[in-house]
């Protein structure tokens, strides 16, 4: 009876293999007799993306697991539309820009938020979202300046960087900076909600008839909205009293807290890497600048005759 069984299983797992390759098969077929690259499948991925950060960002001022929740498989769909364009040989600048400039707009919402949530540093907030996208921008511009129109900006050479060429090169690397990084940004928004030490306005009266307790701390106790009620799911996000509803529904800021902990460390790499590519980029225009000046024959101080 037992052999039967495991007879069995194994008959059922092997059915399901051979239905899985067959179904990837056809995928293959279907994708290589398609060249509109708009219907790329890793393109597809980046519009799901851009859907789910938006839905995040709609609920982002009230509902803070809502928005954790689609603002992380956001972020984790961009890992996913790298695997689908190299296993479709469907890598394009299309979607490997699609894919930069989404990854900037989600995090600078974010920290836009963030900035909102902790007023007293908002400037560095600020800072953070100038260094991402400077940082980016300038390092794109100088790839296809300096290194041709088909060169893209994760082909980094040694020489001219060893710490961008691991970063770009190195899958592993690349994907944990990127995901702790978010992984901050969302702790803290988290802290936002469920950090009276982080967020003062979390601070409640206990007591409002004894004077003693004005200054006392409510328990942070997990509550509303967890599975918020169709009634209140579509409250205006954007009105003072739905802020101050949602941080009035605590969270436990234990768990934030150590997502927190655990993931600064990474976060600040990753700044200290903006800075490097920052600097390196800079340093590459400058480069080019100096040599095309040369081949024009312009000296400094020289006028240019007419």
Same mark, same amino acid.
């Given at each position: 009876?037992?052999?039967?069984?495991?007879?069995?299983?194994?008959?059922?797992?092997?059915?399901?293999?051979?239905?899985?390759?067959?179904?990837?098969?056809?995928?293959?077929?279907?994708? $290589?007799?398609?060249?509109?690259?708009?219907?790329?499948?890793?393109?597809?991925?980046?519009?799901?993306?851009?859907v %789910? #950060? %938006?839905?995040?960002?709609?609920?982002?001022? +009230?509902?803070?697991?809502?928005?954790?929740? +689609?603002?992380?498989?956001?972020?984790?769909? *961009?890992a996913?539309?790298?695997?689908?364009?190299?296993?479709?040989?469907?890598? &394009?600048?299309?979607?490997?820009?699609?894919?930069?400039?989404t990854?900037?707009?989600?995090?600078?919402? +974010?920290?836009?938020?963030l900035?909102?949530?902790?007023?007293?540093?908002?400037?560095v907030? $600020?800072?953070?979202?100038?260094?991402?996208?400077?940082?980016?921008?300038?390092h794109?511009? #100088? !790839?296809? &300046?300096?290194?041709?129109?088909?060169?893209?900006?994760?082909?980094? *050479?040694?020489?001219?960087?060893?710490?961008?060429?691991?970063?770009? !090169?190195?899958?592993?690397?690349?994907? +944990?900076?990127?995901?702790?990084?978010?992984?901050?940004?969302?702790?803290?928004?988290?802290?936002?909600?469920?950090?009276?030490?982080?967020?003062?306005?979390?601070?409640?009266?206990?007591?409002?008839?004894?004077?003693?307790?004005?200054?006392?701390?409510?328990?942070?106790?997990?509550?509303?909205?967890?599975?918020?009620?169709?009634s209140?799911?579509?409250?205006?996000?954007?009105?003072?009293?739905?802020?101050?509803?949602a941080?009035?529904?605590?969270? *436990?800021? &234990?768990?934030?807290?150590? %997502?927190?902990?655990?993931?600064?460390?990474?976060? #600040?790499?990753?700044?200290?890497?903006?800075?490097?590519?920052?600097?390196?980029?800079?340093?590459?225009l400058?480069?080019? *600048?100096?040599?095309?000046?040369?081949?024009?024959?312009?000296?400094?101080?020289?006028?240019?005759?007419?």
């Amino acid at each position: 009876m037992a052999e039967e069984k495991q007879a069995n299983g194994h008959a059922t797992a092997g059915r399901a293999r051979k239905m899985s390759e067959v179904v990837l098969q056809q995928l293959d077929e279907r994708f $290589q007799n398609e060249e509109n690259i708009f219907l790329f499948l890793p393109n597809i991925i980046g519009y799901s993306r851009i859907v %789910l #950060a %938006l839905a995040s960002l709609y609920y982002m001022p +009230l509902h803070p697991r809502t928005c954790s929740l +689609l603002y992380s498989i956001s972020c984790l769909l *961009d890992a996913l539309d790298g695997f689908a364009a190299r296993r479709y040989n469907q890598s &394009t600048t299309f979607g490997a820009v699609l894919d930069m400039v989404t990854d900037r707009c989600t995090t600078s919402c +974010l920290l836009v938020f963030l900035a909102s949530a902790f007023p007293r540093w908002s400037i560095v907030f $600020q800072g953070l979202i100038s260094l991402d996208l400077a940082s980016h921008y300038i390092h794109m511009y #100088a !790839t296809l &300046t300096m290194g041709g129109s088909g060169q893209s900006h994760k082909k980094v *050479d040694s020489s001219r960087s060893y710490i961008l060429h691991l970063y770009y !090169t190195n899958r592993t690397v690349l994907f +944990l900076f990127c995901a702790f990084n978010e992984l901050f940004f969302i702790a803290l928004y988290l802290l936002s909600f469920s950090s009276p030490l982080l967020s003062p306005s979390l601070l409640v009266p206990s007591d409002p008839s004894n004077p003693s307790s004005l200054n006392a701390a409510s328990p942070a106790q997990p509550g509303s909205p967890a599975h918020p009620k169709a009634s209140v799911l579509f409250t205006n996000p954007w009105s003072a009293g739905a802020l101050e509803m949602a941080r009035a529904n605590k969270m *436990d800021s &234990t768990v934030p807290w150590i %997502l927190a902990g655990v993931s600064f460390p990474v976060m #600040a790499g990753k700044q200290i890497i903006n800075v490097i590519q920052l600097v390196k980029a800079s340093k590459w225009l400058g480069e080019g *600048d100096v040599a095309a000046r040369r081949r024009a024959g312009i000296v400094t101080g020289v006028k240019k005759t007419r």
